[in-house]
């Protein structure tokens, strides 16, 4: 039976009004599993659904890294995330940054990070793992200090760092039946909702620092974190420098946009990267897209936005942007505004949404 949504999303609010918190991680589980649902929609929406840990780890290690910047070019301020500053997850991702970041490769997504030095990318990601398990995993469910209800996953299992614990349970937490599609359904109202509390957390933490500094969220969570010069240079180059939505030249003003929006599914990956023109990129702004540009996107070819993307250091995320664009279009509601064009929205059809390899 498919997990009633009021329930789910009454119990994720209880999780958000659950006490202080002392750091952001559980915050930040969170946000990383309403992704991962949105990407892991299953058939039947009523089934269990297991997430990899590693896969979950990362997400997590993708959500911190931007923000482990400095705040502005003059103070050098980095946020804390934590009451005391310190944790495994910011210690071990400092050390990546200070390892990975050149002067070629600045403001980089996390994936160049692993590709420019695989050997301490898996190593920071060992460590951050265990400590996930550890701890944000292990109480995320828990309100309180009472007894409670686990309505996400088995966490009877969890508590340690033990790499043979985690190896014994498939390196993996299983969703509950119906959980994974109902999350997914949710993520649009709740995510913001996670995230919004995030920005919260983080502002009470640097208090002494922010003073009325009025836009960390942008900061967090904004498009920006990341520069994308270098996908808009080797999408120009290979497929022209027009507007990918309307054709038009594009002359000054180029924007780089995400297909599938940021603000619903973090992907970087030049596979969710198009060109568009200033009209078309306001006009977009967070909505869906019409499917036919998902289409269209994918429609480049595996191989082609693998091939560019290896050129420039940087993730193509094909499957990625494959699997988000079915769990997006299958559990929103036929209501949902989708974007065709400047003035023209219209609401979802419905229908499979899926992509093959076989297309391209």
Known sequence: MPTDPLTLGQQLVAVLEGGHRTATYKLAVMVALLDL???????????????????????????????????????????RQSNDGRGVVFSQLTALRAASTTARLRQIPIESAKMAVPQEYQAAQSAIKKNLVRYPLKLLQRVGTGTYECFLYDDSWLGTDSTRVIDAHGNQIELFPGVCHTLARLAPLVKPAFQLAWVDDVRRMNREVLGDEPDIAAHLFGTERVSLARPAEVLADHFGNDCFYCNARLRAGRHVDHVL??????????????????????????????????????????SVLDSLAETIYWPSQFDRVVSASHGLYSTQPSTTPTWYAPKRIEPLQRGDFRWTDARF
């Not at 299953?42 to 959500?63: C, F, H, K, N, Q």
């Not at 596979?271 to 897209?289: H, R």
């Open 261 to 302: 929006p940021w603000s619903r599914v973090g992907i970087d990956g030049l596979t969710n990267l198009v060109l568009a023109c200033q009209s078309c990129n306001t006009s977009k702004s967070d909505l869906l897209p019409a499917p036919t540009h998902v289409t269209r996107a994918l429609d480049r070819g595996r």
């Open 37 to 79: 649902a949105v990407e892991s929609v299953p058939d039947d929406p009523g089934a269990a659904v297991s997430i990899d840990l590693d896969d979950l780890t990362e997400r997590v290690m993708a959500l911190y890294w931007t923000q482990l910047r400095p705040l502005d070019e003059k103070s050098h301020v980095i946020l």
